[in-house]
């Protein structure tokens, strides 16, 4: 989490030079080509029912991605990744269906409203921003669904590899529209490439493993603390603080994921791409 939300923050520094498509393009790109050269999978071997599995999650990863980088031109970082947990925990809702955690996702529905100011003394939300952090979380659920037919099906690094080439594919368009030959420049590039190894390549390697020695709702329950880490982030590389009232709103959407971890069906068995 700390390298994820640390690259993310490194992330939004590149956006004036290559926008925020752009960086997702290279982040997405790099990282494929990384996880290729370290895995090594026999992709030649997928049948037609394997990329079947595949595609859906590869087409969620990368447009999560977008989602989510976009967002960030219109949020701070702990923000953002508060209203992306959105998907996850109502994901836990849909898959459990369980009394208490109705009470999670109320919890949950507490804070994103305390998110929003009150007074005329403090700037109004970014609507366009909320509604893109939003959509990065129902992507961010249907990532984790698409996911986990992947491992059920792929086991092993296989239908990650394959799952990040076809993201970068998504994303390859867009970047190329916003940031053109920039892309390619040395500077961008070797951002590009740190961004990669912070937010994917480090992160996914290390959660693999995790999940391997962890059961699924102690690990759903340590990602829970992840909008605080991109909150502090945020704070000591990007500068951007958060109201009072917004990290109270923050440590209830902690709380809800956290609970809903440990008394549902968790939503958080897959590794966390975002961010």
Request: charge should be positive; proline fraction near 6%.
């Amino acid at each position: 989490m700390l390298s994820i939300q640390g690259g993310a923050a490194f992330a939004k520094t590149l956006f004036p030079q290559l926008g925020a498509m752009g960086t997702t393009t290279l982040r997405v790109s790099l990282a494929a080509l990384l996880l290729m050269l370290i895995f090594r999978p026999r992709l030649g071997a997928l049948t037609w029912k394997d990329w079947q599995a595949v595609i859906p999650y590869g087409l969620s990863l990368g447009l999560m991605n977008l989602a989510f980088y976009l967002s960030l031109t219109r949020l701070p970082l702990g923000l953002a990744v508060t209203f992306e947990f959105v998907g996850p925990l109502v994901l836990s809702l849909l898959l459990s269906r369980r009394p208490l955690d109705f009470a999670w996702v109320g919890l949950a529905a507490v804070g994103i409203v305390m998110i929003a100011p009150h007074g005329a003394s403090t700037a109004p939300l970014d609507l366009i921003g909320v509604g893109l952090a939003l959509l990065a979380g129902a992507f961010w659920a249907l990532y984790i669904l698409a996911g986990g037919a992947v491992g059920r099906r792929l086991p092993g690094a296989t239908g990650v590899v394959a799952g990040m080439g076809i993201a970068a594919l998504v994303s390859l368009p867009f970047g190329l529209v916003q940031a053109g030959a920039g892309l390619l420049h040395p500077a961008a590039l070797l951002s590009g490439l740190a961004v990669a190894i912070l937010s994917s390549a480090l992160p996914y390697t290390l959660e693999m493993y995790a999940l391997r020695a962890l059961p699924a709702r102690v690990f759903g329950v340590m990602m829970s603390v992840e909008p605080a880490i991109a909150a502090l982030s945020g704070l000591l590389f990007l500068h951007e603080y958060l109201t009072p009232v917004q990290w109270v709103a923050v440590a209830c959407v902690i709380a809800a994921s956290a609970g809903i971890s440990l008394t549902g069906v968790s939503a958080h068995s897959e590794p966390e791409p975002v961010g």
